[in-house]
């Protein structure tokens, strides 16, 4: 009960959802950030959710006001079932201000149960207690340089990624690697690469042409070459895709073997200048955490909660909602001020993992849980905050997703890690579920060969090994369970019994994603992507 109590309070000190029952699962999931309502979007300071889910966890901080106009936070954590939760809603006080002296805060209250619904990753509609049902969108932005460098630009730096194609069941039918480049030819504003993974080495690239959707970071694309002639060959014949941060969804129409109409889940590898997949160069934004390349690629970072490290007590305590997306930070502070009262501070700012400062600013005077719609104002500005995602006693461990530096007004470099909500203390949690997987040939080292990808779903733990349901695929790690895992998963013939046909080696961690995987479902059967869109 301690344990649950201080991840209610936003601590990281143990995890309390490793043993749940069974929820309905989600063919989508919630992508964590910053979440507005639809309605109150109306380009002036007010209310605003940070939502983090981890697989059926559910955390979310408020950020609104009292009927006094004074800003404040609230707290909600809760299990999704399906893509429904119902938590309380609850708020502390008496905790630590910026400069202050080591504090913890207190329950205040609960003004009752919350309750949201979500459509796909990225809508839904909540409800807070005295008020009716309101829809909910997440809050994407881009940077100036961003869109003119992805958006707007009749040339542009590739982006690198891979995705699934699912069928009407929700499973995964084939797998592409994909590059969006640069396009020629009158008319085309985009070319969409594809090289097929689930069809063997020697399947062939596709080019097909694509145009931008207005005001949107989404494209249509269409194939320039005659459809599949032979039943063994699958080739898609037009795709509508769009890209929402790390994440890809959309849907594909493919001829051949395997025809049909395909939803699209699919993961960002890299955008910058970049000449294949896991191949970078230097400028690239890197959304994996074991993608090493030229000093001047810029990894993007884990979005959710954050929580300082040293005051993680088992106690109520300070966070910061990290968002990173297409060249911006956003960060949202829950905190106190100093006379023990709850408060938010907001700031934004050009994205650097190095060192990205922010200008902090408090409101007031915005919407009340319950309250008429009304928007904030600015009040004051305790000063910038800096962010960094190395660590605080080595600077040479740059471009970590999980892991970084925090600087508040009138206080000293402190580290930070992402807050994890559901047990990954072993491999078998770790692995639970449903993988896109690329094997290297037996004995060659990457790049030597052409990898083979294959759907591998593990559910069987045998202590030091993770294997596969049907004993195929075998996982270990090369260095014991910690915040990092090194791990080696062969494929062998013969259910697990004959020779090693291939192997993946890679790093896995709580809250990030890796090469040479791709998480299709979770331990919970949820699918990881975004959803259905077209």
């Known amino acids: 009960m301690k344990a649950r109590r201080a991840l209610q309070a936003l601590c990281i000190a143990a995890s309390v959802l490793g043993a749940m029952p069974s929820q309905a699962a ?26 983090d889910v981890q697989g059926n966890a559910f955390l979310m901080q408020v950020f609104a006001y009292e009927a006094s106009g004074a800003a404040t936070f609230y707290t909600a954590m809760g299990t999704l079932d399906g893509g429904v939760v119902a938590a309380p809603l609850i708020r502390y006080v008496g905790g630590r201000s910026f400069g202050g002296e080591p504090r913890s805060a207190e329950l205040r209250e609960s003004l009752g149960n919350v309750v949201l619904r979500f459509t796909d990753g990225l809508h839904g509609v909540v409800q807070f207690p005295g008020e009716p049902e309101l829809a909910i969108q997440r809050f994407t932005v881009m940077s100036t340089e961003f869109e003119t460098q992805y958006v707007r630009a009749a040339t542009i730096s590739p982006r690198s990624f891979r995705m699934v194609g699912l069928d009407g069941n929700g499973q995964p039918a084939m797998a592409w690697d994909a590059q969006l480049v640069s396009g020629t030819g009158a008319g085309i504003q985009r070319q969409l690469l594809l090289k097929q993974t689930t069809a063997g080495a020697n399947a062939p690239q596709q080019k097909l042409a694509c145009s931008r959707r207005e005001g949107m970071d989404a494209y249509d694309c269409k194939a320039q070459e005659p459809a599949a002639a032979v039943s063994s060959d699958s080739r898609v014949s037009q795709a509508s895709l769009r890209f929402s941060g790390p994440d890809v969804q959309g849907v594909v129409e493919a001829t051949g073997a395997v025809g049909g109409r395909f939803g699209v889940q699919g993961e960002m590898m890299a955008g ?200 195929a695929v075998q996982c270990r790690s090369v260095q014991n369970i910690a915040a990092s895992a090194e791990v080696i998963c062969d494929w062998h013939a013969d259910a697990g019994k004959g020779a090693v046909l291939g192997s993946a080696h890679f790093v896995l961690q709580p809250n990030n994603r890796t090469t040479s995987a791709m998480r299709i479902r979770d331990q919970h059967g949820n699918l990881t992507g975004l959803g259905a869109w077209e």
């Open 272 to 471: 910058g200048t970049i000449s294949a997949w896991g191949d970078c160069s230097e400028g690239a934004y890197t959304y994996m955490q074991d993608i090493s390349c030229y000093s001047g690629d810029v990894q993007i970072p884990s979005n959710g909660t954050w929580m300082v490290t040293d005051e993680i007590n088992g106690k109520p305590g300070r966070g910061i909602a990290v968002d990173i997306q297409n060249g911006l930070a956003i960060a949202q502070i829950f905190n106190y001020l100093g006379n023990g009262g709850a408060t938010f501070h907001m700031g934004s700012g050009a994205y650097s993992e190095q060192e990205t400062r922010l200008a902090l600013q408090r409101y007031e005077g915005g919407r009340a849980i319950g309250g008429a719609m009304q928007s904030a104002v600015p009040v004051n500005s305790p000063g910038g905050m800096t962010l960094g995602f190395y660590r605080l006693d080595d600077r040479t461990k740059r471009g970590l997703r999980t892991e970084g530096v925090v600087q508040f007004p009138e206080e000293k470099q402190k580290s930070t890690i992402r807050l994890v909500l559901e047990d990954q203390s072993t491999l078998a949690r770790r692995l639970s579920g449903q993988w896109l997987m690329n094997f290297q040939p037996p004995g060659g080292q990457a790049g030597m060969g052409m990898p083979t990808a294959r759907v591998v779903t593990f559910n069987q733990d045998k202590g030091d090994v993770v294997a596969s349901v049907d004993g």
């Open 26 to 51: 989600r063919s989508f999931t919630p992508q964590p950030g910053t979440w507005v309502v639809t309605s109150e979007l109306n380009g002036k300071p007010g209310r605003g959710l940070a939502i």
